[in-house]
């Protein structure tokens, strides 16, 4: 089983549509949650950050972690064209610098 | 800032040539670390520097590969023999050692295919 569990999709939603991106995970060292957003052919780039449990707010963005569930979302309002991408988690345990990626969910928004 | 700079952007070898990736890591970022990306296997690291000593390389898949950083600036990975299982786009990210996020910055990658 994979440290990081991520549905690979993909999904496909309307502009202007609620996204919810998720993945899980079975390390619970696990203190450091990212999301990183990856258009075609491109290197991934940091979405969201959060350090341990509770909500991040960034603009039509939001990042949840709830570690009791060992579970994470990354929610995106009001969606659009330019948000088509593939979204991968990554997380991280303190006192190491390598990320644990989950395999990625791949978004297309439909205008 | 020009940003993580990764030579070559595609490479196409036959199965037991030799391959060289070379990374240039962002000005002042003191982690390099190297991941490879294919679609079963999804972003694996493997290896990282920190500076230029290599700290954790549990990722390399084998003794075909190996990775150096004989400078703050500069950063290579090489594979050989290289074989068709090694297909992939291999991507090199820096970092600094401090803030928040410790933020990993990542290049454009290099696409390998191994005929």
């Known amino acids: 089983q994979k440290e990081v569990e991520q549905d690979p999709g993909p999904l496909s939603v309307p502009e202007g549509a609620i996204v919810s991106l998720n993945c899980t995970y079975s390390?619970?060292?696990?203190?450091?949650f990212m999301w990183y957003r990856q258009y075609s052919r491109k290197g991934p780039e940091l979405l969201m950050y959060?350090?341990?449990?509770g909500n991040k707010e960034d603009g039509r963005f939001t990042a949840q972690v709830d570690k009791s569930s060992k579970y994470i979302s990354l929610f995106i309002r009001d969606s659009q064209p330019s948000d088509s991408a593939t979204y991968l988690c990554?997380?991280?345990?303190?006192?190491?610098?390598?990320?644990?990626f989950g395999s990625g969910t791949r978004l297309q928004v439909q205008p | 800032d020009a940003g993580v700079i990764q030579s070559p952007r595609h490479e196409v070898t036959e199965m037991g040539q030799e391959v060289t990736l070379r990374c240039k890591p962002i000005s002042g970022h003191d982690y390099l670390f190297w991941y490879r990306q294919t679609m079963m296997r999804g972003l694996e690291l493997l290896i990282y520097?920190?500076?230029?000593?290599?700290?954790?390389d549990s990722g390399m898949p084998e003794d075909r590969f190996s990775a150096k950083m004989p400078n703050a600036s500069f950063s290579t990975l090489k594979i050989q023999p290289s074989e068709p299982r090694d297909s992939a786009v291999y991507f090199c990210?820096?970092?600094?050692?401090?803030?928040?996020?410790?933020?990993?910055?990542f290049g454009p990658g290099t696409r390998l295919t191994v005929t």
């Open positions: 520097f920190n500076n230029n000593v290599p700290i954790d």
């Open positions: 959060t350090y341990s449990s």
């Open positions: 390390n619970s060292a696990f203190q450091y």
């Open positions: 990210a820096s970092s600094l050692g401090r803030g928040l996020s410790y933020e990993q910055y």
């Open positions: 990554a997380m991280r345990s303190t006192g190491r610098r390598a990320l644990t």
